[in-house]
């Protein structure tokens, strides 16, 4: 696909130097038995860079002109002229890009591919060529399709050029992937296992893997059973939530019952996710984590990472590091370590590693370590409290204990209430805090004494002779 990347980005550079046009082109080549092979060309133009003409006194309208052009040596293979346009559009309107789909037969060879592209309404014209990927495609090879990438495939019974085999298939022209799109879909078509696979099982082995070490990444692989056919339509997607930014290849294999591949295709695309990094490029050899070698051991160091990762680290280590590899693992601890301290990131795990053994000497109960309860957690991400008084017990009250941070990311006086609805059985929780992003309960001394006090719905304004904790009171408002 890289030939294909290339020209999308040159017509893409070549329209915004010269012209106003912007659009993306995509291809990929299939075959039909009986007929021969044939191209898919999907096209996207950008509404907003064509020029826009009234036809009438509301509405205005623009229009494309396109010229598909392949050749082989001095011939044409095939020519193809036709006009896009545009919705009619009155001053306000949300306007939408132009997209098209042509087949176009072709036999099986070398061609170059033209597109000459004019804007009808301000005659401003472009021109770009390409060699395609060599099409040779016979009735007695197991082979692949080309790729189609897709940002979403449907089932669909309307007719349309982009429904192929009662599929709505929605691609995606550019090959990239952005933050907020959650899976890659994919559409191809295997050929011929009806003679070259006659009576074996076999499988399709997809995964993305990195384009520089063909590595996969992030366990980002899938398999599924296919029965021999002519052709056989292959729908699948990927969830690409754990997938860091980077140049990716979607790798797919057909492997017999022996596990030997037999066949094998190939796309490339970009996916863009800035919360995440690509940890096959880190390298773990001759650094600390190279004596981490129980995996048992470093997934729990790293569950204990919990209280002092991001939200995206959090989410990535629990959907992935359950079934990663060791090296996989040690390269995301380290890069962990090297992010907050690039020059010693070592000692800096050492120093954590003591925090983390402290918070299970103080916090720990019954099977449950210290790092993960409530007041573990908060110790390990803010750090030990300037001061902290436990009240285990008092009469009509759960236990409770306030800690006061004198200074903290920035902030001046932040104070957590914790508490043990279980009376210490399951620990404690954070029941009240003035610090951003924790838990908030303005009638905590509704709660802290609720055995006290039934009836009295935690949400409203305390009633008058209530009974309330006069003592939680005064160590929240002077804590020691």
């Known amino acids: 696909m890289k030939r294909l990347l290339i020209l999308t980005l040159f017509i893409f550079n070549t329209l915004a130097s010269f012209s106003q046009i912007n659009l993306i082109l995509d291809y990929a080549s299939f075959y039909l038995p009986q007929e021969g092979p044939y191209l898919e060309v999907y096209v996207s133009v950008n509404g907003n860079s064509l020029q826009y003409k009234y036809i009438d006194s509301l509405h205005q309208q623009a229009s494309i002109e396109l010229t598909y052009l392949v050749e082989a040596g001095d011939s044409v293979v095939s020519y193809d002229k036709f006009q896009m346009n545009s919705p009619q559009y009155v001053q306000g309107d949300l306007v939408l890009d132009m997209r098209d789909l042509k087949r176009i037969p072709v036999p099986n060879g070398d061609y170059l591919f033209t597109l000459i592209a004019k804007d009808l309404n301000s005659g401003q014209r472009v021109e770009s060529s390409l060699d395609l990927r060599e099409i040779h495609y016979s009735d007695s090879k197991l082979q692949f399709s080309g790729i189609q990438l897709a940002n979403k495939i449907v089932a669909s019974n309307v007719e349309s050029p982009f429904v192929k085999n009662g599929f709505e298939i929605d691609p995606n022209f550019p090959h990239y992937f952005g933050k907020n799109q959650m899976s890659l879909f994919f559409y191809t078509e295997l050929y011929n296992s009806h003679t070259q696979l ?15 070490s063909d590595q996969v990444v992030a366990n980002l692989s899938g398999f599924k059973r296919l029965q021999a056919q002519e052709v056989i339509p292959i729908i699948q997607s990927i969830q690409l939530n754990d997938l860091p930014s980077g140049k990716y290849s979607l790798l797919l294999q057909i492997k017999n019952r022996e596990n030997k591949v037999v066949a094998e295709k190939r796309s490339d695309f970009y996916q863009s996710n800035p919360d995440l990094v690509n940890y096959s490029a880190i390298n773990p050899d001759n650094s600390f984590v190279d004596s981490l070698t129980d995996k048992g051991v470093l997934a729990e160091h790293i569950r204990s990472l919990s209280p002092i990762s991001s939200a995206a680290e959090r989410e990535f280590a629990k959907n992935q590091l359950r079934f990663a590899e060791l090296k996989f693992m040690q390269q995301y601890f380290l890069n962990f370590w090297k992010t907050r301290n690039p020059e010693d990131p070592h000692n800096a795990w050492l120093a954590y590693k003591k925090e983390v053994e402290k918070v299970d000497e103080l916090f720990r109960y019954g099977k449950t370590p210290g790092y993960k309860t409530e007041r573990g957690r908060v110790y390990l991400q803010y750090g030990p409290p300037s001061a902290m008084q436990n009240v285990p017990y008092e009469p009509n009250t759960y236990p409770y204990s306030i800690w006061l941070y004198n200074k903290v990311d920035g902030l001046s006086n932040r104070k957590f ?64």
């Open 198 to 212: 006659k009576g074996e099982e076999f499988l399709l082995a997809y995964s993305i893997v990195d384009k520089e």
């Open 417 to 480: 209430l914790f508490y043990s609805p279980s009376m210490e059985i399951l620990g404690y929780e954070v029941l009240h805090s003035n610090m951003p992003g924790e838990a908030k309960y303005p009638n905590w001394e509704l709660e802290l004494m609720k055995k006290s006090n039934a009836g009295i719905r935690p949400t409203q304004e305390t009633p008058e002779n209530t009974m309330v904790n006069r003592r939680a009171r005064d160590l929240w408002e002077n804590p020691r």
